[in-house]
Each structure stands twice: as C-alpha cells, then as structure tokens.
C-alpha cells in the first residue's frame, strides 16, 4: 500500500525522470520542481497562431525514434487546442509527420542564416518548441552522444532559435542528454557534473527527461490536465504511430536497428511512461 501510495504521489515530472540512465536526474535539482507544468502554463498563455517544432537527430543515415513520436504528439496536441503547428525538419524524417495530417517545413543542411531567416518570417510563429534536435555545442559543433561529429548530417535549426530569442519569440527545448537545443541553459552544470561537452543553445523553458519522447508527452499531459480535452496519445497510437516510422527507417538512436524501441528502452517501459502520465494528468 505504502509503494501504491507514493507512485500516486508522483508528479509528472517525477514519472518522466524514471529510469535515468545518462544524468537527468543529476540535473534535475538545477530545475524548477514543476519546470513541465510552467512550461505548459507559458505555452498556454500565448495567443493562438503558428508554433514551429523542430526534430529528427541524425543517427547512421536515418533520423532516431527519439523525437518524431512526441513531435508528432505534441503538434496534434496544440492542434486541438487551436494553434497551428508546423514541424521543421530534414530530409531524414520525410514523411514522418504528413502521414498524421501536419504541415511540414523542409530545410536544407546547407542552409543558413538567410534561409531561417525568411522562415521566420514566412510563418510568424508565437513560439519555436525544439524535441530531440542537435544544436551548435560548445566547441561549434553538433555531435552525438558519443562525440561523434554530424555537423554535415545536421541541419542548422538551432539558428531559428537564436534569432526568435532575439526577437522574442518564447522558446521551448526538450532533451535528454545534453547536446540538444535548450540544453544549453544547464551547460556550466553538465560540463561540471556529467563531464559532456554540451549544447550552446539557450531556451525560455527547458524540459528534461529520460528520453525526450516523454518529456513531450508530460507537456501534453498537462495540457490534458489543465485543459480538460483529451491530447495525450494512448500506448496502441504510439506504438501504430513507431510502426509507421520504422518502417521509413527510423532507428533506435541506441542500438541503431531499425526496431520498434526508443533510445534502448522497450516498448514495455513506453507503455509504463504513458499510462502513468494518463494517471497524473486525472489525479492532480
């Protein structure tokens, strides 16, 4: 009862911080202790219009199943909540996100500050959410998780972030390593405490998780919870939606097969991660 008891006490962000394998949680007492839930706040309180979202890490020749699953829930999510998400990609995850009836944006890996430029000002977007995305790191790189080099495999979205911050435009990263856009707020900690080279690109808000899949469906849970309208996918539509992209060939961004699995974990800790949250977002 007691061990009942304390899972029901978990907040969403507690949930999303499960099985931490690369530091999160290290991280974690450097965050505001509901750091989702004021993220979600701030999204909500923008006026409706176009929210950019960026995804698709470079893995072996493919994007990784890491990002498209929660880019994909959290477009539909705004999407029933009236803003107009556009998803700004490469060509590694073409098609990824038509298939589930949002827009796309393609960009270009050569692509530079005059390209993001004019999509920024093409979409005049109320806010840019990046989920799993490389960006510029310390060194002016983009590398892996292994310290591999991708800058001529990553297309430079991260700039769309400097310019809208610049602007003002509020801006959102989820990441669950240290070398994604937004990680960059906490990288004096991850140089110091996880000994990474991290990600120079600063957010307005940022959500960390064990993968970054979960830390987009924890915004969606909020939004379920704060809302009242249903947006938090169950496991059998991310588990139809993964099928769809792996055939694409979508990798595991961890055992770089081409498999139904996220950064390692199996489908059986995916499905843990959202009926849990389905929880959370009922119980408080």
Avoid at 9 to 37: A, F, N, P, W
């Amino acid at each position: 009862m007691e061990a009942q008891a304390q899972v029901k006490r978990e907040t969403v962000e507690d949930i999303i911080l499960r099985h931490s394998k690369r530091g999160m949680h290290v991280l974690r007492k450097y965050m505001d202790t509901h750091y989702c839930q004021k993220a979600v706040e701030k999204l909500l309180s923008l006026p409706y219009g176009n929210i950019l979202l960026t995804t698709g890490f470079y893995v072996e020749g493919h994007a990784e199943t890491d990002g498209p699953l929660g880019t994909m829930t959290l477009g539909k999510a705004l999407a029933k909540l009236g803003y107009h998400p556009i998803i700004v990609t490469d060509k590694y995850c073409k098609g990824f996100f038509e298939v589930e009836g949002l827009e796309v944006k393609y960009v270009h890996l050569g692509d530079g500050k005059e390209e993001y430029e004019k999509l920024l000002e093409e979409c005049h977007p109320v806010a840019l959410i990046s989920i799993e995305r490389c960006g510029r790191n310390v060194q002016n790189d983009y590398a892996n998780m292994r310290g591999i080099s991708i800058k001529d495999k990553t297309a430079r979205t991260d700039i769309l972030f400097e310019m809208a911050r610049q602007e003002g435009i509020p801006t959102f990263g989820v990441g669950d390593g240290g070398n994604e856009i937004g990680m960059g707020n906490l990288k004096e900690v991850i140089m110091s405490k996880l000994a990474l080279t991290p990600c120079d690109i600063e957010v307005d808000a940022l959500i960390i998780a064990t993968v970054s899949n979960w830390g987009a469906y924890a915004l969606a849970a909020y939004m379920q919870k704060i809302k009242k309208i249903k947006v938090l996918p169950t496991y059998k539509e991310i588990e139809n939606y993964l099928k769809t992209i792996v055939r694409m060939g979508s990798v595991d961004g961890v055992t770089k097969e081409q498999a139904m699995s996220v950064d390692g974990f199996s489908l059986e800790v995916e499905r843990e991660i959202l009926e849990e949250l389905h929880r959370a977002a009922r119980s408080y």
